[in-house]
């Protein structure tokens, strides 16, 4: 994914880098276009220990931390855009097109946390929905383990 800011900002951190140092307040959201996925808003943030690309977390928007999602995760949802562990700062997408990393999903179903930090499938679990998450494919696309998802601002909050 080659995400470009289209928000006026100058000397922006890139969508898909992690860094030690704090390059934007907490919280900052902006659009950004890739010639593929086209554009989505995403959320500058801390990240959290073992967070890999393609991970989708949970964050605090007041103290700006993120956790990977599990079973149980409660709060408003992104995906990780960087490999962005503790003590480092990056992008967490909360709309648009959003390559996920998955258990086994079809297209055109709801996303579920599961036990596994991170990860998303299909599997219907009362509580574990991640509303405004769905998948547009099914795992193996655009590579195995992944699936592109439809975000609209995510959050876990116990429906369904």
Known sequence: MAY???TPIIGYQAIASTSTVQNHPLG???????PVYGEGEFVYLK????TAVGDMVIFDQKLATTTRTVAGSRGAA???MSANV???F??????GSAVTNCGTVAAN?????TATPGTVDDAVVTGDK???????????????GQLVAQLARPSMNANG
């Open 4 to 6: 470009s800011i289209s």
């Open 86 to 88: 503790a003590n480092q």
């Open 28 to 34: 900052t959201i902006v659009r950004a276009v890739d």
């Open 109 to 113: 179903t709801a996303l579920y946390s």
């Open 47 to 50: 990240g959290a220990a073992s």
């Open 130 to 144: 991640i509303d405004g998450a769905v998948a547009k494919t099914a795992n193996g696309t655009p590579a195995a």
């Open 78 to 80: 992104g995906v990780a």
């Open 90 to 95: 990056g992008w967490y997408q909360i709309s």
